[in-house]
């Protein structure tokens, strides 16, 4: 029969040492420890499971009735009263295998692949949503001078202005809500939800013809359709990577630079041929295509943990100091950053440039756009992702103030164009990848939401401000850009206030 060992004091604080030794042995070695457990129980009477039970964290549920029990608690507690020793209450106990299986859970939580077939399945998919969401969004500045000149000529470019910036808004303030539903159900919903509505909504812009029509397919179904495709794929892809987030992440991002390359090139081409409502059909049957493949593709690592709801969810980050000052920073640096993509069209036709070539302005931006969101991002892995980010925030600043403010020839705002592109683009696709690393992996969706959520109001006035300043102005370009290179500037001393909250002055990859 096998005999107890009295739980006195001194036979628990001689374990606490064992307990703090247990956090140094690595956990592929905790099975066979186990094992070896159940092994000294058979062999010995003498040495209790819970010894070893308490020092790797798992106790094992004893049956009070059982007569073993009964038999060696009454004769160890004769044996204690005789010697003079108060019996101490049993440890708390747990099921030993549920205890396994979260640790088990805890680990595969945190064991990234890095790769694999079904993770980069996730970045095509995810690349795909990039393309019929920010890609599409990267076009405001073709329709904002397409409307001035036919269906909305008799608006201001401040109203007209109201349609892209409800595009943004709408694209980016959706990310608070299919954020806490991405944590809490995964991707599927918001990709079926938002294909829906972003195709149906370009269906409905194709047969618009006045003010409030456009605006209310274009820019508020279309822009939340978006807005459930976009958010979902940062998300999904940074629970696959954490070595090659930033790549993995770049390539999802240049998904928007090579929408914003392709979908001009569409549009130009077709409104002269067929129209603008067969021209918006047929992007929208593009983008229904692309979303299709993302439907199947798309996954999270993660599997989804349903919360209550709760406001103070998407509000608890900002009491982190480097939080809300990373929060603030973008805010700033996509207020001013939207100013270029919205009115650089329209600037190059008032200093001269002929309408066709004005248009290309917005594929040469994208283009060189796709070199800025992956190639940044792979050096981002080696030397940091704040340290790359603060460099493009600085160099975007200086284009738009010393490049772009100056610029009354075609071969300036060509130039600055191509220059922009790299810097932008770098700083869009580095914004989630930050995010990441300031968030714990759980609540990336709630985290990124809430930041682009704020963002977006930097969107929705950043180019109607923009659009009145240039009304004020006389129609004069001016003033408008350096309002973007300001907050642009405001931004990235922002992202240099949040790598000190951060991690200090020291220098460091991060």
């Known amino acids: 029969m096998m005999r107890a060992v009295p739980e006195v004091p001194g036979r628990i604080l001689a374990v606490d040492g064992i307990r703090e030794r247990h956090r140094l042995v690595p956990p592929k070695f905790r099975r066979l420890l186990l094992a070896t457990r159940a092994a000294v129980w058979r062999l010995s009477g003498w040495v209790r499971v819970c010894d070893l039970e308490v020092a790797f964290g798992r106790t094992r549920r004893h049956n009070p009735h059982s007569k073993l029990h009964r038999t060696s608690t009454n004769r160890t507690k004769s044996k204690m009263e005789k010697s003079g020793i108060k019996s101490q209450p049993p440890l708390p106990r747990d099921d030993s295998e549920q205890v396994i299986q979260a640790e088990e859970q805890k680990q595969k939580v945190n064991e990234y692949p890095d790769g694999g077939p079904t993770a980069w399945l996730a970045v095509g998919g995810a690349t795909a949503c990039l393309v019929v969401s920010f890609g599409w969004v990267n076009v405001i500045g073709l329709f904002q001078e397409y409307y001035q000149s036919n269906q909305l000529r008799d608006y201001t470019p401040s109203d007209i202005a109201w349609i892209p910036s409800l595009q943004i808004f709408f694209m980016f303030a959706g990310g608070i809500f299919a954020g806490k539903v991405f944590d809490d159900f995964g991707p599927r919903y918001l990709l079926v ?14 047969i618009s013809k006045t003010y409030y029509q456009i605006l209310l397919s274009q820019a508020v179904c279309s822009a939340v359709g978006a807005s459930l495709v976009f958010s979902p794929a940062f998300s999904s892809v940074s629970t696959w990577f954490l070595k090659k987030r930033g790549a993995a992440l770049g390539i999802v991002a240049a998904g928007s630079s090579l929408g914003g390359l392709v979908f001009p090139i569409i549009i130009i081409n077709l409104l002269p041929r067929v129209g603008f409502g067969w021209t918006i059909r047929c992007c929208a049957f593009l983008i229904l295509a692309l979303l299709v493949f993302a439907n199947f593709t ?29 929060t603030a920073a973008v805010f700033f640096f996509y207020w001013g950053m939207f100013i270029p993509f919205t009115f650089i069209v329209a600037d190059a036709t008032v200093h001269g440039m002929s309408p066709h070539l004005a248009q290309y302005v917005v594929c040469i931006l994208n283009a060189t756009s796709l070199f800025g969101r992956t190639v940044p991002n792979v050096i981002a892995d080696k030397v940091g992702h704040f340290n790359v980010m ?62 682009f959520t704020i963002s977006a109001f930097a969107g929705l006035t950043g180019s109607p401000i923009g659009g009145a300043i240039i009304s004020k102005n006389g129609g004069s370009f001016t003033n408008a850009i350096a309002f973007g290179g300001t907050a642009c500037a405001i931004g990235t001393m922002l992202f240099v206030a949040t790598r000190i909250a951060f991690v200090g002055w020291k220098p460091a990859k991060v």
């Open 193 to 206: 939800t938002g294909t829906f509505l972003h195709v149906f909504g370009l269906m409905m812009t194709s």
């Open 390 to 451: 603060i460099v493009m925030g600085a160099l975007t600043s200086i284009l738009i103030l010393g490049l772009w403010l100056p610029s009354t020839g075609n071969v300036p705002i060509i130039l600055f164009a191509s220059l922009f592109g790299i810097s932008s683009g770098a700083g869009i696709s580095l914004t989630p990848a930050l995010c990441a690393r300031l968030s714990p992996i759980q609540d990336i969706g709630v985290r990124t939401g809430t930041v």
């Open 298 to 326: 798309l996954t999270s690592r993660i599997k989804p943990q349903k919360r209550p709801l709760e406001f103070l969810a998407f509000v608890r980050p900002l009491r982190e100091p480097a939080f809300a000052l990373w």
